[in-house]
């Protein structure tokens, strides 16, 4: 079983001999806004009639407020160390290209 993961290149350090780079997976993230976060909240811990009451009124409130960006998932990272003529060999990457990794068990 193999699964091919976009990682994104956050950092490189380079001391002459090897290479280290750090990835950070290619996470799509998921605008959602805060007055979508709190009506969500109100709703779990109020009872229905109060809820119909006080909406309107916590829309009137939140209506400027602005779009965030929240996480779909944690991001897995990874630290890669290789030899300088490998680093070489596959482009020479820099910060913020991506790369592709298949993680695959081996039996």
Known sequence: MSEITQYRINQIVDNGKVVQIT???DVELEPISQKQLIMESVSKKIDPEIKKQITPL????L???PTIR???YQHTTITITMPRKRYENIGRPQVGD???INLRKIS
């Open 23 to 25: 990835l950070s997976e």
């Open 58 to 61: 916590l829309e009137a409130i």
């Open 63 to 65: 209506q400027a407020q």
């Open 70 to 72: 929240l996480k779909s």
């Open 98 to 100: 991506k790369l592709e």
